[in-house]
Structure formats: structure tokens, C-alpha cells
């Protein structure tokens, strides 16, 4: 869900810089933010006017706004004596940029279009996953499709909340569109799995820019009075895209390519960019204006990020092949522990020395409501991914499911996380109370999870049905309370940091759990299809093959227990799933009981 509690603050100091840049936001299929620098705190003071904090102070009148060439209004200053003052701001700088009647339902349609094409690509790959690997001949890189997008996508999403308070979000958006775009293009295209694992990458450092520029976007276009209406609009889009994805992935690799899953995002973005390009001219100041180059490069962490994205890719390198391709004892493995560890300390001293400018403040990661939610949120993550991406090819492989009927099989899991989720927020509206949501939800998804683990192939639609309800009815009460319990025990100020925080630690947990994922799955694999002693057969080359031609490799007669063999593989990773949702269980004990009655919390947060 979308965080619109930084778009409707209306405190007299938000107005430094303009609402729709000062502001970070968040989203479920991730989060978004964007943070301005409290060590430029005091020129910023230095630089604000009466006149400028007077929008937020005092009541407009008739006159104070009048329409604009381009359909919206305009702050009227022509009267107003402070801005005689050649000391004072460029008055254009701090005009606002309302856009009404078909110019704002058209401009409303770029942030809905690139929500949904981002929270669509999240979803849309997972039944068409074991065609691609039979494309490619290979099942050992189905991790690397989904953790190489989180990857990128964790690492650049609080770079980007800064990037859009210092640039214009007009032409921040446009790059992000451009590199999502890219990548999309590249998956399409892509003539091996290598090249689809970099188009991913590259899809995913766009889609962090899109998930905080949307809202962003969609808040600049209107009054503070609309903008829930707006940002809900852009929010609800999530979880029509969460159901729209498998559906449409079963379709594309079915009655045309999977390529396509890729190749829609082309003609979404196109239009979005187009109305981007000719109807989006917000009149802002950025924080960028009067900066030197190493002010604004001091501001966005750039070392930190730098630091960071190598230590993780060391990490889910080690977590991929150690087991696997090499004993957990070879040097290379060991190796790239060591290298994780070193760099992983030298981002934790980058975070410290940058204090305020840091990704991870270390102030706000002091705080136990944010440590906790840290690692109950990644744990979730983790759960949901595995499953997300194993499941379909549990129904393809052991039932001998359709891409577009495992699709329609994984729909159970996905409504009742939606329905569940609303029911949640609801509860806790009422109630005051998230921590023991968080708990019964983490308890739901363990017990839905473990209960998917003793599927074989002969388990009924009684089970696999009913036992994706409650796993989804769990991730639906669960993963929304981290992000409420956030915004309730910190700051207003810092609530937009902390919402990136925990998309942060979304992304990042399901990349590295999926990537862990993919080695249990590969070890277990090789073992149990070794054990069969099928003549002719070589255990090792399984990986060589895609999920759809497995049946493919062994006589007739040695199918069901090399079926069997297959099932176990698969099943471990869903108690990887459990284990994850175990974690999240036992850390949300530690959630303090805060009220959130009185709290300025928005619909969107979680």
C-alpha cells in the first residue's frame, strides 16, 4: 500500500521545500520515500520568506489563486509586498501547479499506469517461470530472476527519495521510466537466462524510482484536500495488478510467449511517459538550486549505496552456489562470505559518519519498534516470495497445470491477502491496537506455509486451496502492521525514512531468501533424483533442464518416483517459507503494544 501521511502534512516547515518533493512515501509490492538533508536544515531557513510559509499558514481568498495557461491555478504574489524584496525567492519558484478538469484526468493516468506496470511485473512472471527455464534449458537461475530485480530495487529506493527532493520529479520519474523501461526491453529480447537476470537488474533500479515517483506525481497534481482520493486511486492499483499478474502471465506464455509479460510494460510506459513529457510542468523549486555539485552529492549516500549493493551481491552469490555448485568449504564460497562481511562493516561506519545523510539514520535504527519491524517485514518478505515463485511450479510440474490454469491456481492465495488486508487495517483502526495482527498474521502464515509442505502429488484442491487461503489471509493481516507500528512510534518528520526503511528491508528480504530458496531447492533436488539410481540419468544435469520437460528425462516407469523426487524438492523450499514466517512469529513478541488511537495514520500506510 501507498503512505500518503507525508503528502498531507500541511506544518508550516514542510513548506520549504513544495509538498510533493519534501514529502516520502511507501508501497506494498514495496515502499517509497524521499528525505531532505537536515544538514541543510539551516540554509533552507535561512533562505524561507514569510510569504512562502504563509500558503500553509493562512486561509486563502478569492483572490489568492487564479487559473493558470495550463488549467490549473497559481498562487497569486503580485499583491503581496514581501516578494518586492530582491532578496526574497523567484515568486515562479514556488507557484503551485493544480491541474483541473481533463488535464488532471489525463495526467492522473501516468502515476496509475506506472504503478501498475511496476506491481504488474512483481506477479506476471510466476506461472510463465517454468516455461522460461525450459527455453533456457536451465532451473538453476529461477532465484536470480526475481532477487537480481529486488536487489537493485532494495539498493537505489531511498537513493531515489532523495534524488526527488533535490531534481525535478518530472524528469527523475522520466529517467526511472527509461531504465524500467530498458530493462523491460532486455528481458523480452533476452537470448539467456544471463541476459534476462541483467534485464531484471536493470528493470528493478527503474522500479524503485517509479514506486516513489508515482505518488510523488500524483501529489503534485492536486490540493492537499484530493490528494487521498488520488494516491488511493494509485494504491488500489496494487492489488488489481497482484491479481492481474498471474492471469495474464498464463496467458502470454501460453497462447502467445512469455516474452510478452515483458514486452507489455513497453506500450504502458510509452504512454505514460508521452503524458508525462506534455502535461506534467510542475513550477517547483528543488533543493538542488544553489548547491555545488559535492553539497548535492553529499546528500544522497552515494558511498553507502556504493558499499552496500556489492556486499549483498557477495552475499546471495555465497547463498546461490555455496552446497551447490561448490562445497560450503571452498575457498571461493568462504571467500565471498568475508568479502560480504568486510564490506558489510564498512556500510555500517559509512551510516554512522553520515549521520542525518545516511540510508539507514543510526538514530532511527536505535529505536526497538524499528528493529523489530525490520526483521519481521524481511522474514514476511521472505515467506511470500518463496512461495510466490514455487508454487506455480509445483502446480505445472506435479499436476501437470497449464501456465494460465497455474495462474488461476495461485488466486486463492493472492484474494485473500487483499480481502484480509483491508479487514486488518480496518481492525486495527477500531481496535487501536496492531501488535497482536502482526502476530496472529506471522502464526497464520508459519501454519499455511508448513501445511503447503506436505504437498505430493496427490494432494486434493481441498488442501491446496484452503491451505493458500490461510497463508494469504496471514500475509494479509501481517505485512501491513510493521509500516503502522513505524509511523506510530516515530516522528511525523520521520515517518516518510522510516516507511523507506521498511520497504528497504521488504525488497532485501525476499532477495536474499529467495536466492536461498534456489540452493535448497538445487541441493535437494540433485540428491533425491541421484538416490533413484535411474540408468541413463546424470544427477547432476538436471539443472540443465527446464521444469516443463522433466518428465522428459526418465522412462515412463520411473516417473512417479521421480516426480516424488521433484516434490521434495520443491516442498523444502516452502519450509524455508515456514522457518521465515517462525522468525517473524517470535520477533513480533517484541513489537511494543502502542496505540495508534489519535494518530495521524493514513489509509495508505501499510
Known amino acids: 500500500m501507498l503512505d500518503e501521511s507525508a503528502l498531507t502534512s500541511t506544518k508550516p516547515e514542510d513548506t520549504k521545500l513544495p509538498l510533493s518533493l519534501h514529502s516520502k512515501t511507501k508501497t506494498d509490492g514495496g515502499s517509497s520515500s524521499s528525505q531532505s538533508s537536515r544538514a541543510g536544515d539551516h540554509q533552507d531557513d535561512e533562505k524561507a520568506t514569510p510569504s512562502v510559509h504563509s500558503k500553509a499558514e493562512s486561509p486563502k481568498t478569492a483572490n489568492d ?30 507557484e503551485n501547479y493544480y491541474l483541473t478538469g481533463w488535464r488532471l484526468v489525463i495526467m492522473a493516468i501516468a502515476p496509475c499506469l506506472t504503478m501498475f506496470a511496476v506491481c504488474l511485473d512483481n506477479t506476471i512472471i510466476s506461472p510463465a517461470i517454468p516455461t522460461i527455464t525450459a527455453d533456457y534449458k536451465t532451473i538453476s537461475d529461477i532465484g536470480w530472476y526475481g532477487s537480481s530485480y529486488l536487489l537493485t530495487a532494495a539498493s537505489t529506493q531511498i537513493l531515489y527519495g532523495k534524488v526527488y527532493v533535490l531534481y525535478s520529479a518530472k524528469w527523475v520519474s522520466l529517467i526511472a521510466l527509461v531504465l524500467f523501461e530498458l530493462g523491460s526491453l ?48 494509485v494504491s488500489a492499483l496494487n492489488g488489481v495488478a497482484s491479481i492481474a499478474g498471474p492471469l495474464l502471465g498464463g496467458v502470454f506464455t501460453e497462447h502467445a510467449t512469455w516474452r510478452w509479460c515483458f514486452y507489455v510494460n513497453l506500450p504502458i510506459g510509452g504512454l505514460a511517459a508521452v503524458i508525462l513529457v506534455f502535461f506534467f510542468n510542475p513550477k517547483m523549486k528543488t533543493a538542488a538550486k544553489g548547491l555545488t555539485l559535492k553539497q548535492q552529492l553529499m546528500q544522497l549516500d552515494l558511498e553507502g549505496t556504493l558499499v552496500f549493493i556489492p556486499s549483498v551481491l557477495c552475499l546471495l552469490l555465497a547463498l546461490q552456489w555455496g552446497g551447490s555448485k561448490w562445497p560450503w568449504e571452498n575457498g571461493r564460497i568462504v571467500g565471498l562470505f568475508v568479502t560480504f562481511g568486510v564490506l558489510a562493516i ?63 491456481m495461485t488466486l486463492p492465495m493472492l484474494i485473500s491477502m487483499i480481502v484480509m488486508s483491508v479487514v486488518g487495517g480496518g481492525l486495527v483502526t477500531v481496535l487501536g491496537y496492531y501488535s497482536p495482527f502482526l502476530s496472529v498474521g506471522c502464526v497464520m502464515i508459519s501454519v499455511g506455509a508448513g501445511l503447503m509442505s506436505t504437498f505430493s502429488s496427490s494432494t486434493g484442491s481441498d488442501k491446496w486451496i484452503g491451505y493458500q487461503i490461510l497463508f494469504g489471509a496471514g500475509l494479509g493481516f501481517a505485512v501491513q502492521q510493521p509500516i503502522i507500528a513505524m509511523q506510530a512510534s516515530l516522528p511525523k518528520d520521520d515517518v516518510p525514512v522510516g516507511n523507506a526503511i521498511m520497504f528497504f528491508a521488504q525488497t532485501l528480504g525476499g532477495s536474499c531468501f529467495l536466492t536461498g530458496a534456489q540452493n535448497i531447492f538445487d541441493g535437494q533436488l540433485v540428491k533425491g533424483v541421484a538416490a533413484l539410481n535411474i540408468p541413463g540419468l546424470n544427477a547432476t544435469s538436471i539443472g540443465g533442464t527446464g521444469a516443463t520437460q522433466i518428465r522428459n528425462l526418465v522412462p515412463d516407469d520411473q516417473i512417479p518416483a521421480f516426480l516424488a523426487a521433484y516434490n521434495d524438492a520443491i516442498v523444502q523450499t516452502f519450509y524455508l517459507a515456514t522457518g521465515c514466517a ?21 489509509p495508505g500506510a501499510g
Open 65 to 94: 489563486s487564479a487559473p493558470n495557461k495550463s488549467g490549473g491555478t497559481e498562487a497569486n504574489t503580485a499583491d503581496d509586498p514581501t516578494l518586492a524584496d530582491p532578496e526574497q525567492p523567484e515568486p515562479e519558484a514556488e
Open 186 to 233: 532486455v528481458c523480452a529480447v533476452a537470448p539467456t537466462s544471463v541476459a534476462l537476470i541483467i534485464g531484471r537488474a536493470i528493470a528493478g533500479l527503474g522500479a524503485a524510482g517509479l514506486l516513489s515517483g508515482a505518488v510523488i506525481v500524483a501529489g503534485a497534481v492536486v490540493p492537499l484536500s484530493k490528494r487521498p482520493i488520488l494516491v488511493g486511486l
Open 346 to 408: 564498512g556500510y555500517v561506519v559509512v551510516q554512522v559518519l553520515k549521520r542525518e545523510n545516511a540510508t539507514l539514520p543510526p538514530r532511527l535504527m536505535k529505536d526497538r519498534n524499528i528493529g523489530t519491524c525490520l526483521v519481521s517485514l524481511a522474514c514476511i518478505s521472505g515467506a511470500f516470495y518463496t512461495i510466490v515463485y514455487y508454487l506455480p511450479i509445483w502446480f505445472q510440474v506435479i499436476k501437470e497445470a497449464s501456465a494460465l490454469r497455474s495462474g488461476i
Open 582 to 602: 517462525a522468525v517473524a512469529t517470535l520477533v513480533s513478541f517484541f513489537v511494543p503494544w502502542n496505540s495508534v488511537k489519535g494518530k495521524d495514520l493514513m
